[in-house]
């Protein structure tokens, strides 16, 4: 059996317990307030008052901090790296190497760049973490979103795993045929269409068939569908979520009003 | 306008939008291990955009973006409006003619690769100051520190790098259009735009692929004048 592709781990949280809809308006709101919100500290402030305490809140310290340091610290250390030696902005040079310098505003530049950054992948591993794929899909289709829109969502999600063994089958068949996927230039773009064709011809030819069989459960069909679980949206996540969205209109206005 | 968006869609194109998905970014995922220079991550997608039209397109490009951040890669995510462009672009120029024989599938890679680094510039820009954590930021970080604006130097390096990345995709997508059978194409919206006119000839695909070949010499060429001063 293949796993569903998703970070979701199951516990029981305040954070889980909210709704997702919530959960999806409180990382939008993050989002906003660390690219709009015009105050150079404000970055490293939400870190401390919102991601480390909702990491804790939502019983996930441990799984975050490690999904954070594969995924997030090496593209945010290399953007601030990057950011820090190229931006050609300042004047006042502390460090100096060939046509590369550092200067003092270029490195606070990296520095909120890096962290605004961090916070925006952070707001996400956070919400998927605490947020079943299929919870969040069943909502919003019950708030109105088309269904198809789920279907693909979620399908994608189980056949990306599939996609991806089956990638690794034609590789290796390939290769013990004798494909060289390793040596020269040419013989490795050479090695591409092998390795592409039986790939999406395999998967191609399911899609008439799955068709078939979705319109046969009634996938086109107009009427209401019942579910058969029930996601909970209690008055205070319905405050919170004005709160936030509050929030996220009034760094927006205050970015444009101060700019 | 939405009767337009509406016809993009039957069932066969809700089926084949995951697939193609997955197409991206398991195909994706060979050419990072065969260490090409290219990504080749949205032959899925030009594939739904020349058999659905653009809209179905536009949404399997975001979605894949999307789908690749919250699975895979948070930092995929906000580039989706570079995929959805894309896919756009790509079902546009099938509707026009442009997917129906070598040579202008080669014009309709280009038209998108230029799409696609009109649309990744105001992105790299306002959100990452202009230096992303891709390697290609090299060249940008190098035109910026030589005296070039922040805005012409991530749209060259952008310029630079997509049309061989994307007329691939384009003539790859070609290439899985003329291996279908006709008994496979035919449920799907716009069908027709993918008819190919009379008998492929070999000699169109190798100056194709001659064209390509040139461009990345071309490109290299003018890396090495960037960089060498």
Redesign the interface.
Same mark, same amino acid.
């Given at each position: 059996m293949h796993e569903r592709?998703?970070?979701h781990i199951k516990r029981d949280s305040v954070l889980h317990r909210l709704n997702p809809l919530t959960k999806l308006v409180l990382t939008l709101a993050l989002i906003f307030l660390a690219?709009t919100f015009p105050w150079y500290w404000m970055p490293h402030l939400l870190i401390l008052i919102a991601v480390i305490p909702l990491s804790l809140l939502g019983k996930v310290f441990r799984e975050f901090w490690l999904t954070a340091l594969k995924?997030?610290l090496p593209?945010?250390g290399?953007?601030f790296l990057?950011?820090a030696?190229?931006?050609?902005i300042g004047t006042d040079v502390i460090f100096k190497f060939y046509? =590369?310098d550092i200067t003092s505003e270029s490195l606070m530049?990296a520095f909120k760049?890096a962290m605004r /950054?961090f916070v925006?992948?952070s707001a996400?591993?956070l919400f998927?973490l605490t947020t079943h794929?299929s919870e969040l899909m069943s909502d919003l289709t019950r708030r109105g979103l088309p269904g198809?829109f789920a279907?693909?969502?979620i399908?994608?999600?189980q056949?990306?795993p599939?996609?991806?063994a089956? #990638?690794q089958t034609i590789?290796s068949a390939q290769r013990s045929r004798g494909l060289d996927?390793e040596s020269t230039?040419f013989k490795? #773009?050479g090695? /591409?269409?092998p =390795?592409?064709?039986p =790939?999406?011809?395999g998967?191609? /030819?399911? /899609?008439?068939e799955?068709?078939i069989a979705?319109?046969a459960r009634g996938?086109?069909s107009k009427h209401a569908k019942t579910s058969l679980h029930e996601i909970p949206d209690s008055d205070f996540d319905k405050i919170l979520r004005w709160i936030l969205f509050a929030l996220i209109v009034f760094s927006i206005g205050l970015n444009l009003w101060l700019s | 306008m939405f009767e337009k968006i509406k016809n993009n869609f039957n069932t066969q194109t809700w089926v084949l939008i995951p697939i193609a998905i997955a197409i991206n970014i398991a195909v994706g995922q060979i050419v990072l291990a065969l260490k090409l220079p290219v990504y080749l991550d949205s032959i899925g997608t030009v594939l739904v955009a020349a058999l659905c039209g653009p809209w179905a397109g536009a949404l399997t490009g975001a979605l894949s973006n999307i789908i690749w951040g919250i699975a895979i890669d948070p930092n995929a995510l906000p580039w989706w409006p570079v995929a959805f462009m894309i896919g756009y672009m790509a079902g546009r120029m099938a509707q026009w003619g442009f997917f129906k024989s070598w040579w202008k599938v080669v014009v309709t890679g280009f038209v998108v690769a230029i799409t696609a680094a009109l649309v990744s510039t105001p992105i790299a820009v306002y959100l990452y100051g202009g230096i992303t954590a891709s390697g290609s930021s090299f060249i940008t970080a190098y035109l910026m520190q030589t005296g070039s604006d922040m805005i012409s130097a991530v749209f060259s390096t952008n310029f630079l790098v997509e049309p061989v990345d994307k007329i691939t995709t384009a003539m790859l997508a070609f290439a899985i259009v003329l291996g279908m059978p006709k008994r496979m194409i035919g449920g799907y919206p716009k069908a027709s735009q993918v008819e190919t006119e009379g008998v492929q000839s070999t000699t169109q695909l190798y100056i194709a692929i001659g064209v390509v070949v040139l461009l990345v010499l071309f490109a290299a060429f003018m890396l090495r004048n960037i960089l060498g001063g």
């Open positions: 592709l998703s970070f690219f995924l997030i593209a945010a290399f953007l990057m950011q030696f190229f931006q050609p046509f =590369l530049f760049n /950054v925006m992948v996400f591993t998927l794929p198809q279907y693909v969502i399908s994608t999600l056949i990306i599939q996609m991806q089956k #990638a590789i996927t230039f490795r #773009a090695s /591409v269409l =390795l592409v064709g =790939l999406v011809f998967s191609l /030819v399911e /899609v008439e799955r068709a979705i319109e996938f086109t | -």
